[in-house]
């Protein structure tokens, strides 16, 4: 069983950064592909990026290709999100995910364990 909490959200300018984390319990955390989602008011929730086991295989959504960064440490069991040049309708709550399935399965969003979300608010 793998349990998910995330962190590291809040309130920011158009223009600025924010990292979130996702600390996972559970043995096989560096045997999962991860991946990030997010749910903005009244929308439908979206894949964000995926990252593999390892860490050398990264997906990304075309809407946050070249501002955000996916990464992960298996040695602290913690998934993270770098989130540069934030926007307003980057304005959601982010959910980390993990699965013990391919990476490749990770943005159909069918993943089998997933954290209670982060709030991340951008300002114009």
């Known amino acids: 069983q793998v349990q998910l909490v995330e962190s590291g959200g809040g309130w920011v300018q158009a223009g600025g950064s924010l990292r979130l984390s996702c600390a996972a319990s559970g043995r096989t955390f560096s045997t999962y592909a991860m991946g990030w989602f997010r749910q903005a008011p009244g929308k439908e929730r979206e894949f964000v990026a995926a990252?593999?086991?390892?860490?050398?295989?990264?997906y990304y959504a075309d809407s946050v290709k070249g501002r955000f960064t996916i990464s992960r440490d298996n040695a602290k069991n913690t998934l993270y999100l770098q989130m540069n040049s934030l926007k307003p309708e980057d304005t959601a709550v982010y959910y980390c995910?993990?699965?013990?399935?391919?990476?490749?399965?990770?943005?159909?969003?069918?993943?089998?364990?997933w954290g209670q979300g982060t709030l991340v608010t951008v300002s114009s």
């Open positions: 990252i593999g086991w390892s860490g050398k295989t990264t």
């Open positions: 995910a993990a699965d013990p399935g391919s990476v490749l399965t990770v943005p159909r969003g069918y993943l089998e364990h």
